[in-house]
């Protein structure tokens, strides 16, 4: 269900930056940024509580990427600095209104975007 809009992908060289935007849900209690490799399955890169505790998928993540929310712009951000090509990928954002909130429960989002491209060139 298309229901959310990502704006902010690009073409950028490795080490560059990108921020990704993400417009349109209403007070879900945890939003999402996924990205999809080609040949791979979806997986979820960062997710962000109402209250704003944010979780990663790995400690390199983490260091690079930072996910924000604003509850009264219905509105999510997820800067990406030091990008490298592995980071390459389609990226989602998703929101949902019930089910745990964290990166290992990324598969029952409730609405989603069409996503965003994102290519890290070396």
């Known amino acids: 269900q298309v229901q959310l809009q990502e704006s902010g992908g690009g073409s950028v060289q490795a080490g560059g930056s990108l921020r990704l935007t993400c417009l349109g849900s209403?007070?879900?209690?945890?939003m999402a940024w996924l990205r999809q490799i080609p040949g791979r399955e979806r997986e979820a890169v960062a997710t962000?509580?109402?209250?704003?505790?944010?979780?990663y998928s790995s400690d390199d993540i983490k260091g690079r990427f930072t996910i924000s929310r604003d509850n009264d712009r219905n509105s999510m951000y997820l800067q990406m600095n030091s990008l490298k090509p592995e980071d390459s990928a389609m990226y989602f954002c998703?929101?949902?209104?019930?089910?745990?909130?964290?990166?290992?429960?990324?598969?029952?989002?409730?609405?989603w975007g069409q996503g965003t491209q994102v290519t890290v060139s070396s």
């Open positions: 998703a929101a949902k209104w019930f089910g745990r909130c964290g990166v290992a429960y990324s598969n029952n989002f409730h609405i």
């Open positions: 209403h007070a879900p209690h945890c």
């Open positions: 962000i509580h109402t209250s704003g505790g944010p979780t």
